[in-house]
């Protein structure tokens, strides 16, 4: 079974488009969510990650990243709001607790815990769409000219996974193919067998990376022209406009949200105005010809 | 089943002071904010019902229009007047519960009730700390420090009128004072300067303001006697007092309990001193000097304010 993160494939426009120009959209994105902790903002980078995976046919990838993100948000705000007892509005005391002492739950701490939770569930969009969207290899071979080992190890890793992944598969029908009688084949297991299969296949996969070429020297310069594309352009445009239009909000207090010592949460025009672009830079990938 | 479980846990959670929404009352507390050493109040005095989940941030955010930062542990502005440096000089918030510096931030504070609070906004650039001050009279003395009720140790050490007075002023804020110096006792050291610094505790007044927190200091003289003199806000001697001015301070050595000190050069500067334990005379200053019947808050302002 494939990963819904798994890159496949595609003709689309991010897909199309070069290594550089879609790092760099996604990557606006993401310093959006870093920089900014009002939810609005925040809801807005989701939706534009979220229609950006959409338009580029990785639906099943959005779909996962929101369910693992959630995954991720709700410990968050249960493990901000016990350890975190600051806020006016206490809504709970639960008692003196070893190891936390008092521990008073209030609808700061909460919606504090929302906002980071909420953050990383905008991260793991972004991220799923880059993951599904943008050519890893494509990724790996821009980079080695700049630090070849890094890209090595970053390319036995990004290949080892869906090996791994694979593997797993494999395992796991082959446990099911013993019969309904046999003892069900625990996670544990499974880990245990990839674990120790996971040398020899990464020497497999760098086997294979050398015998595609990785050793040999960086592209030149031409051959790097002719690896970018007609769509770079929109997509620099749409992260170079969120990018400039979130440090210019930030300047002039668009990022009005504070859950201390009391919920604030500011919804200024310069907040929405930004959300509203931030939302359109998700249309870019869609496939209208720029 | 099911019942008798959740009952066992409602049983269990309403016996650990467990409950719904910010709990019952604890008793009244009193919240003070003023700027510059006290000099100037930023609000009037509130008297506030303390509920068991309150914090000092808790009450400050309740009674004043406040700003925080690093995720609401530090208070940045209150009613408006934020931390700043001007002129190259540190300003910030600070403050006292019952007239001791809090070991843990405001946020962290919590409250039993009946707690004299104390925000001040400070120059700090010459002198970051003043662990106790003087200005929550009678506290800490009545009430004790940091959650806890501590004796009073009265210690006379010559002038013997000085320390009637002294004993007379704690009695009329219904302070009995201990015998002796049991363990864990506020202490109060009456008498001349001469008779006191031989005292650790008081002996950092010596050390200067960065160590004591008490912006006073007492020169010795070539005849062998003792000259009060007080210090400004950065730290420098600003005036010397006469041979009978008297001195109401504050300090703390290290997690010991507070020390107060009731002296003068003299012991007739230690019964002006002693003339000085009252509220109206020591509210909201972090020491108080005293000479001919005038007092004089310290530290002493700066020319430019």
Redesign the interface.
């Known amino acids: 079974m494939r990963s819904p993160f798994a890159y496949a494939p595609r003709r689309g426009p991010l897909q199309a488009a070069s290594p550089g120009a879609a790092v760099f959209y996604l990557g606006a994105l993401l310093v959006v969510a870093f920089l900014y902790s009002s939810p609005l903002v925040l809801a807005a980078v989701g939706v534009a990650a979220g229609l950006a995976g959409v338009l580029a046919c990785a639906g099943s990838a959005v779909r996962a990243a929101i369910k693992l993100g959630l995954v991720i948000a709700v410990p968050i705000v249960v493990v901000n709001a016990l350890v975190v007892d600051r806020g006016e509005t206490v809504l709970l005391r639960l008692g003196e607790w070893p190891l936390f002492g008092q521990v008073n739950v209030t609808a700061e701490a909460l919606a504090d815990g929302a906002i980071f939770g909420l953050r990383a569930v905008v991260v793991m969009i972004a991220f799923a769409v880059y993951s599904a969207c943008v050519d890893p290899d494509r990724v790996l071979r821009a980079l080695r000219p700049i630090a070849g080992r890094s890209a090595l190890t970053a390319a036995l890793i990004s290949r080892l996974v869906p090996v791994a992944a694979a593997d797993a598969s494999r395992l796991r029908d082959a446990g099911r193919l013993r019969g309904p009688a046999a003892a069900p084949l625990g996670r544990a297991t499974l880990i245990r067998r990839l674990m120790a299969g996971s040398l020899d296949r990464a020497v497999d996969v760098a086997a294979t990376l050398e015998l595609r070429g990785y050793s040999l020297a960086a592209p030149d310069t031409a051959a790097r022209a002719k690896g970018r594309s007609r769509f770079d352009h929109r997509f620099y445009l749409a992260g170079g406009l969120v990018l400039v239009a979130a440090i210019a909000g930030k300047v002039i207090g668009a990022d009005g949200f504070h859950a201390y010592p009391t919920i604030e949460i500011g919804v200024e025009p310069a907040t929405v105005a930004l959300s509203a672009l931030v939302v359109l830079t998700g249309l870019a990938p869609g496939r209208r010809n720029a | 089943m099911a019942v008798a479980i959740a009952l066992l846990l409602g049983a269990a ?1 309403a016996t ?8 019952s009352g604890v008793g009244e507390v009193s919240l003070t904010v003023t700027r510059d050493y006290g000099a100037e109040p930023v609000m009037p005095v509130a008297a506030d019902d303390a ?3 309150d ?1 000092v ?2 009450l400050l ?2 009674e004043t229009e ?1 700003e ?1 930062r690093f ?3 530090f208070v940045s502005s209150i009613e408006g007047l934020a931390e700043a440096s001007r002129d190259g000089r540190r300003h910030s918030w600070f403050f006292f519960v019952n007239g001791v510096e809090s070991p843990v931030g405001a ?2 504070f ?1 409250l039993l009730g009946g707690e004299a609070i104390w925000w001040d906004y400070r120059d700090w650039s010459a002198v970051s700390r003043a662990p106790a001050v003087v200005g929550s009279w009678p506290q800490p003395l009545a009430g004790g420090f940091e959650g806890e009720a501590h004796p009073v140790a009265l210690e006379c050490r010559g002038g013997n009128a000085a320390c009637a007075a002294a004993r007379s002023a704690l009695g009329e804020v219904g302070v009995a004072t201990a015998g002796g110096s049991p363990d864990a006792a506020i202490r109060v050291l009456v008498g001349p300067w001469a008779r006191l610094r031989d005292d650790p505790a008081a002996a950092q007044l010596e050390d200067g303001p960065q160590t004591s927190g008490v912006f006073a200091d007492f020169s010795k003289e070539r005849d062998g006697g003792y000259v009060l003199e007080g210090l400004g806000e950065d730290g420098e001697p600003r005036r010397r007092f006469g041979p009978r001015a008297g001195l109401v301070a504050a300090t703390r050595r290290y997690d010991a309990p507070p020390v107060w000190l009731v002296t003068g050069a003299t012991a007739r500067g230690a019964l002006a001193a002693a003339g000085l334990l009252s509220a109206d005379r020591l509210r909201d200053h972090y020491a108080v000097a005293t000479e001919g019947g005038e007092e004089t808050p310290l530290p002493l302002p700066m020319a430019s304010r």
């Open positions: 959670v650990a002071g467990c409950g719904v929404g910010p709990g509920s068991e989940s914090t941030m808790r955010d309740r406040i925080t995720g609401g542990g946020a962290d919590a």
